[in-house]
């Protein structure tokens, strides 16, 4: 946010207040809750990469099954942005990190949708080529190595390491039947069919 240096004291508080507003409103009207009173204490959430000590401690009652930080950790974060908002860096003397959260940035968060990525499948798709998808397969998988997504983290059992039988290949129902019944609304908008529709096996 950008004020010139005439601005008052109240007019920087007033523009803060009002750009904090719009975030939680833009947020909260996602989910569906429409009133303040019905956010508060509704828990709609999980926390995701924090210890369940800190959880237990700052969001009493919240479902966490997949631990990480700690209050240490997010103190040293805290920090680390403190200092570089307030050193001499000249990265950051006219402006600060941006952070790249939600659009990619040169130093800001890895994100799985890449101009590499996107250039990939758009080619795989419009020219029917399999080298491309190959290709933009590698990247993704890559990724996951790099636990740049919670999937990246886990690794498929295979049907000996969990002490069970395979299902045979003739009781797998061919991809071609499943493309048939494929459509984009559906998965868009979260409904679902009396047949599930079942992910694409990787290359």
Known sequence: MI?????????????????????????MSKMGISTYQSYCGAQIFDAVG????????????????????????????????HRDAFSDSPIYRSMLDVGGDYAVRVRGEDHVWTAETVARLQHAVRGNS????????????????????????FRLKTAEEDDR????????????????????????????????????PSP
């Open 3 to 27: 004020c010139r240096r005439s601005s008052k004291k109240k007019e920087i508080i007033k523009r803060y207040i009002k750009s904090i507003d719009k975030g939680l409103l833009k947020v």
């Open 165 to 200: 039988k395979p299902v045979a290949i003739e009781e797998v129902e061919p991809a071609k039947n499943i493309v048939r019944r494929f459509r984009l609304a559906p998965c868009r908008s979260g409904q679902s069919r009396v047949r599930p529709i079942l992910p694409w």
């Open 130 to 153: 399999l080298d491309h998808y190959h290709a933009f397969a590698q990247i993704v998988n890559e990724q996951n190595e790099r636990l740049l997504t919670i999937r990246g983290m």
């Open 50 to 81: 924090l210890r369940q000590d800190f959880v237990d401690k700052y969001f009493t009652g919240t479902h966490t099954r997949i631990e990480g930080v700690g209050l240490a950790e997010i103190a040293e974060e805290s920090v680390r942005r």
